[in-house]
């Protein structure tokens, strides 16, 4: 059974960092991109960053392109995303999501299994 | 990458047929076949409904489906269920290997 588990919200000033982890199972890891995706409260869904199986390539979002820095660990199974100077709008349900299909070199931005979210709070 | 234009309520009675449309331009929707529709439930993740376009991943319903005409997505309920009441939302790849969504319908079964 595929499961994704999102760790590492709360509450984080404006400029503050955060670290989100999501850790993985029922899969061949390496073998599919992964994306973050992110709803404000009350708000529709935004794409952040996907990262491709193989790690090799990186995509973001304008909103958070140079702030923001997505990885992902082969041995742990887990993917993270790095938040720097966060800003108030980047208060949100984060979701690690998984790629349908298998490719290790791309992200194909469509995602079969999603994460149960962690919930990021910028404010002072 | 602006967002897709998605109408923000829609509403049926059990039974009946509704369709939502998702509007983009030519560097998404209309430049690629992988316009996906996903169904979300408050408070709960996003789950997969339509993808490529127009296939169904195993096990969704039937009564789901999808096209896509230059610009413009569109995904049809027939036969609605009072579970079908959620928030449905397009997205398409788009330039750069990025991705946009949809603002989001709300689907209200009367």
């Known amino acids: 059974e595929v499961q994704l588990v999102e760790s590492g919200g709360g509450l984080v000033q404006p400029g503050g960092s955060q670290r989100l982890s999501c850790a993985t199972s029922?899969?061949?890891?390496?073998?599919?991109?992964m994306s973050w995706v992110r709803q404000a409260p009350g708000k529709g869904l935004e794409w952040v960053s996907g990262?491709?199986?193989?790690?090799?390539?990186?995509y973001y979002a304008d909103s958070v392109k140079g702030r923001f820095t997505i990885s992902r660990d082969t041995f742990r199974n887990t993917v993270y995303l790095q938040m720097n100077s966060l800003r108030v709008e980047d208060t949100a349900v984060y979701y690690c999501a998984k790629d349908r299909l298998l490719n290790q070199w791309l992200v194909q931005l469509t995602f079969d299994y999603w994460g149960q979210g962690s919930l990021v709070t910028v404010s002072s | 990458q602006s967002a897709l234009t998605q109408p923000a309520s829609v509403s049926g009675s059990p039974g009946q047929s509704i369709t939502i449309s998702c509007t983009g331009t030519s560097s998404d929707v209309g430049g690629y076949n992988y316009v996906s529709w996903y169904q979300q439930h408050p408070g709960k993740a996003p789950k997969l409904m339509i993808y490529d376009v127009s296939t169904r991943p195993s096990g969704i319903s039937n009564r789901f489906s999808a096209s896509k005409s230059g610009n413009t997505a569109s995904l049809t309920i027939s036969g609605l269920q009072a579970e079908d009441e959620a928030n449905y939302y397009c997205s398409s790849y788009a330039s750069s290997s990025t991705l946009v969504f949809g603002g989001g319908t709300k689907l209200t079964v009367l």
């Open positions: 029922g899969f061949t890891f390496s073998n599919y991109g």
């Open positions: 990262i491709s199986g193989s790690g090799s390539t990186t």
